[in-house]
């Protein structure tokens, strides 16, 4: 709904995600922020059995966000899906459990939300490399700023 002063949307609502068939639970919110423009975080998932959904959104700056489908014997098995997340488009991208999730940002100063089904398990983190030829993300940006584990993840077999 939109008028003179501005605007006011629905963000989340447990029916419309129950209609569409998504999990509409969330256990935690998270902030991620980033200082530098290139800066890469992914391509991260849990393990089952708290395999998780997200629901991302970029609150200030701009983001290219992916999505990896990791599910044995899906038929979309390791293909992946990009778009375009910022302040101004307001999207948001859902993220189903059995698939990791990473990102680059765009510009300096970039602080993205995380809507989690479920909580954070630091025994079942896992990562996929976010160069896998197997995958063959086009990043747009080179050279990106990881963090060393980032960069320690294990190429797909």
């Not at 629905?10 to 129950?18: A, M």
């Not at 859902?94 to 909580?119: I, K, N, R, W």
Request: hydrophobic letters at 35%.
């Amino acid at each position: 709904m939109e008028d003179e002063r501005g605007f006011f949307a629905r963000s989340f609502c447990q029916d419309e995600f129950r209609r569409h068939g998504l999990k509409p639970l969330i256990a935690q919110c998270n902030i991620s922020w980033n200082r530098k423009r290139g800066t890469l975080r992914g391509l991260h998932y849990q393990a089952a059995p708290h395999e998780e959904a997200k629901v991302v959104r970029c609150t200030r700056g701009a983001i290219w966000d992916v999505v990896v489908d990791l599910r044995e014997g899906s038929a979309t098995r390791l293909r992946w899906y990009a778009a375009e997340l910022n302040a101004e488009n307001r999207r948001a991208l859902y993220v189903p459990e059995g698939f990791a999730h990473g990102f680059q940002t765009l510009a300096d100063d970039c602080e993205v939300l995380y809507q989690m089904s479920e909580f954070y398990h630091p025994e079942l983190a896992r990562g996929v490399r976010w160069d896998d030829p197997r995958l063959g993300i086009d990043w747009p940006l080179p050279d990106p700023i990881l963090s060393a584990r980032d960069r320690s993840y294990d190429l797909l077999r």
